[in-house]
Nanobody
Framework: QVQLVESGGGLAQPGGSLRLSCAAS????????MGWHRQAPGKQRELVAAITSGGSTNYADSVKGRFTISRDNVKNTVYLQMNSLNPDDTALYYC??????????????WGQGIQVTVSS
């Protein structure tokens, strides 16, 4: 019953910015870590950024200083602010969340993926 819905993707010019959002809904007891992954054509899926329930963050070296991950625990939403975009950021971005749909069960949930294209 848990669903992650991403929004905010699209086309940006080099040097531009985009803000991705991912809202979790459905049966949610609690949410632990949340994060963003991406997969470019011909490449493996990679972790972009992650954030714990306490707010600790981790970033891929390629996005440090440019991307910022944050979360709103009241809204069950995680965000990815992407600045200084370059064509190498072009990929399908996936939201991930570790969720307890009940007190006794934990599982990882993924969004459907949202396209980010950086091109002039």
């Amino acid at each position: 019953q848990v669903q992650l819905v991403e929004s905010g993707g699209g086309l940006a010019q080099p040097g531009g910015s985009l803000r991705l959002s991912c809202a979790a809904s459905g049966n949610i007891f609690s949410i632990n870590d949340m994060g963003w992954h991406r997969q470019a054509p011909g490449k493996q899926r990679e972790l972009v950024a992650a954030i714990t329930s306490g707010g600790s963050t981790n970033y891929a070296d390629s996005v440090k200083g440019r991307f910022t991950i944050s979360r709103d625990n009241v809204k069950n939403t995680v965000y990815l602010q992407m600045n200084s975009l370059n064509p190498d950021d072009t990929a399908l971005y996936y939201c991930k969340a570790e969720i307890y749909p009940s007190r006794w069960y934990r599982d990882n949930y993924w969004g459907q993926g949202i396209q980010v294209t950086v091109s002039s």
